[in-house]
């Protein structure tokens, strides 16, 4: 069934808003310090993807900080710990008091159990929940390893973990899949994949990268279907096959500047996928240098956004 939200709001953002190259390159103002950084992100942009509780379960004091150095209505959206999403994890990327009672392969990996599944995403839950509370939790990112494919798997086995980030009620929380496994979205399991996102109103994250042709099994086909009404969601990670596969870094896995002409055609996704969705979430994940955060303040102004300059880059005036 088609919705139309003929003024969705589709919200602009960046893979994170700490990226070592954006200070690199000179987006941030010189000399301004770390903590103060958010502050100056908000000031462009009203999102960011949280990429930092990918690698370790935030802090709820720090969740409370970031509250506050931000706006109202300023979202985050967070991406989940890694072993929800089924990397390879050591122990030591676990909350202290978990790290002595897990079991790890020969490898050092933590071997992933349903009570430690449960127990790690009811502690991210708690985390996140004074962006929550705020009105600042905009989804839950799921972004799977590109081992998890269909060959080895099912998309069930994600069923009680997908259940306990939703909650219950009229308040459920948004989710984002992000499979990196093409073989979920093609002609044999397209139909499948798509079938059960609606049935669990998870968001299917589109995907903006090298193109189909370059036939590796991490690149994924433009797919953009509405299976939760409520969000969409598109991520950018470049379009050049050649880093995308052989970076050994994010900088060069990601290393692409958008031009004019394909920030059009991105601005086109995103006005199409808004007429059939709530709300509209593009990040910008070509974390090379400064690409992502121009990128996305070009793409702003292509969608006729109003973007927020600073009033100084004085440095204590960011708090």
Not at 20 to 42: D, I, S, T
Not at 66 to 80: I, M, N
Request: with cysteine; net charge neutral.
């Amino acid at each position: 069934m088609s919705h139309s939200h003929p003024t969705a709001a589709i919200r602009v953002g960046t893979a994170s808003w700490s990226e070592p190259e954006f200070v690199k390159a000179g987006w941030y103002p010189k000399g301004l310090a770390a903590g103060q950084r958010l502050a100056f992100y908000a000031q462009h942009f009203d999102y960011v993807e949280l990429n930092s509780s990918f690698y370790a379960i935030p802090a709820a004091k720090m969740c409370e900080k970031w509250v506050r150095e931000t706006p109202e209505g300023f979202l985050f959206d967070a991406k989940c710990h890694r072993l929800l999403s089924r990397h390879a994890t050591k122990a030591d990327a676990l909350p202290k008091d978990l790290q002595d009672q897990v079991e790890t392969t020969d490898r050092g990996n933590v071997i992933l159990t349903p009570t430690l599944e449960e127990e790690v995403a009811g502690r991210f839950l708690e985390a996140l929940a004074p962006l929550e509370a705020a009105g600042q939790l905009g989804a839950l990112l799921l972004q799977m390893t590109p081992g998890f494919a269909p060959r080895t798997t099912d998309l069930t086995a994600l069923e009680s973990l997908l259940r306990q980030l939703r909650g219950r009620g009229k308040h459920a929380r948004r989710i984002v899949l992000e499979l990196r496994h093409h073989d979920w979205l093609n002609t044999r399991h397209r139909d499948e994949t798509i079938a059960f996102l609606k049935e669990q109103c998870v968001t299917l994250a589109s995907i903006d990268g090298p193109p189909a042709d370059a036939k590796h099994f991490t690149i994924m086909p433009a797919v953009d279907a509405i299976t939760d009404p409520r969000l969409a969601y598109l991520r950018l990670h470049g379009r050049d096959p050649k880093a995308y596969l052989t970076g050994k870094t994010v900088a060069e896995r990601f290393n692409y500047d958008y031009s004019d002409d394909e920030l059009g055609e991105v601005a086109e996704r995103a006005r199409h996928l808004a007429s059939e969705a709530d709300e509209v979430h593009v990040v910008f994940n070509n974390n090379a240098r400064d690409f992502a955060p121009k990128a996305a303040e070009r793409l702003r102004g292509r969608l006729r956004q109003n973007i927020r300059q600073p009033k100084s880059q004085k440095q204590g005036e960011f708090l």
